[in-house]
């Protein structure tokens, strides 16, 4: 267990819809990150919150968006779902800004149909 | 754009072999290096990590990297497998962005087999 949580594991739904895919990070870490493993791309990095503010920005569809709340929980929001936003999203979190390890959470299974 | 190579997709070997994944990385300054482990139906986990310091590193369950600065490598090595080692395997670099940011850039992932 990495002691970041996200939820739902698993998440069906159709094209059009919007979904948002909620993390938790470990106790103390005040960086998020958001990423997107699909068997065509890989492991793409989404985006970054570090203490509620974005650091970094990937890949990300203008389609999705994130947040990172007061408690440091973030929240990643995809709207106008395709076929091809099927995918495992996963959070991660890490102490810091500077080097560090990122310890991931077990994903959320998005499918579109 | 800093990017991880990873040149083996699938790799499959019997019990006991010695495996050599490989990495290398697109970054001609500073780099903090990992290996990540996918165990099926699980989150990454670390395997080992470099930030400086001896080229060598050890991570957990006898892996071991070494960094070559020369080739921009960083390759992931196991003496003997075990067929518990079946997983995904992938390198990532993080490419100090001067504090910026922390941030990841994964390779594609190698997928091990390890055949009883």
């Known amino acids: 267990d990495s002691g970041v949580t996200q939820t739902p594991k698993h998440l069906i739904t159709a094209t059009g819809q919007r979904v948002t895919l909620r993390c938790s990070p470990r106790s103390g870490d005040l960086s998020v990150y958001w990423y997107q493993q699909s068997l065509d791309q890989g492991l793409q990095f989404l985006i970054q919150y570090y203490n509620g503010e974005e650091r970094a920005k990937g890949n990300i569809l203008e389609r999705f968006s994130a947040q990172q709340f007061p408690d440091l929980h973030s929240e990643l929001n995809l709207s106008s779902l395709e076929l091809g936003d099927s995918a495992l999203y996963f959070c991660a979190s890490s102490e810091t800004l500077l080097g560090g390890e990122l310890f991931f959470g077990e994903g959320s299974r998005l499918t579109v149909l | 754009a800093q990017s991880v190579s990873q040149h083996n997709h699938h790799v499959i070997l019997s019990e006991a072999a010695s495996l050599e994944l490989g990495c290398n990385y697109s970054?001609?300054?500073?780099?903090?290096l990992f290996w990540y482990v996918q165990y099926p139906g699980q989150h990454l986990q670390l395997l080992l990590k470099?930030?400086?310091?001896?080229?060598l590193v050890k991570g957990i369950k006898g892996f071991e990297a070494e960094f070559i600065k020369s080739k921009f490598s960083f390759n992931l090595r196991k003496p003997s497998v075990q067929w518990s080692d079946t997983a995904e395997y992938f390198c990532?670099?993080?490419?100090?962005?001067?504090?910026?940011?922390?941030?990841?850039?994964f390779g594609t992932g190698t997928l091990l087999a390890v055949q009883p």
């Open positions: 990532a670099v993080n490419a100090g962005y001067g504090g910026a940011t922390n941030k990841l850039i």
């Open positions: 970054y001609g300054g500073t780099v903090n």
């Open positions: 470099y930030f400086s310091g001896d080229p």
